[in-house]
């Protein structure tokens, strides 16, 4: 981290859209939480405060199922971390890589959906066997076993999503990432990523299509449903 520097990175910031934002990223990953989609203090969401080049991140070491506004940590896209006594989430390299990269994210959902992770731990992006995943995710990438907060990690999170289409990414035995415009629209990218690799787990039991199956599928765009739901 470096000291704080001047001018005020957060000049013209309305600070009741910083509470606003600050209220929705708690109530968001409280919900994560609820839902299973990850555990203990694990896991960390962050979203961009608009017009700036800060973040709102998790502190580190608090339970999402827990958090409060307060377990909430303004971070310039440098490291500079604005507020006093209070440290980032270690894994706020490779978020703020990837606000770098992307002007179109204004948050990033870092979860380990139980589903989804079963993939990463065997080492298979899941495939995408429903049209919500579909319409939503497009395609799912993975990211190599690398350190957490580490700069190795932080380099490849961050060239992996410079390509501008790419939604979501596993992260190899690890967990997951996804990106939006908004809090929201991330959290639900995660959602229908573990939702698809959950479905893709009961459709094998059952037998109900081959791999390949799935794969010609997933190439077809014709069922696309972006404005579903
Ligand atoms: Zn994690």
Known sequence: MNPVHSPDPLDGV??????????E??????????????????????????????????????????????DTVLVTLDGDVLEDAKTPSKEWRWHAGIYRVRSDVGAVVHLHPPHAVAFAVANRVPM?????????????????????GSQDLADQLTDMFADGELRVALMREHGSVSVGPDLRTAYYRTEYLEDNARVALLAAQLGAMSPDDHIRLAEDSAPLAEAEG
Request: aromatic share 2%; charged share 25%.
């Open 128 to 148: 995408i066997v429903h049209t919500a995943a579909r319409g939503h995710l497009r395609r799912i990438e993975m990211a190599d076993l690398l350190p957490a």
């Open 14 to 23: 309305d600070p009741a859209v910083l509470r606003l934002l600050r209220d």
């Open 25 to 70: 990223l708690v109530e968001v990953s409280r919900r994560g939480y609820e839902r299973g989609l990850v555990v203990g203090v694990s896991g960390n969401n962050s979203v961009r405060i608009p017009g700036t080049d800060v973040v709102l991140i998790k502190t580190t070491g608090c339970c999402q199922g827990e958090m409060d506004t307060a």
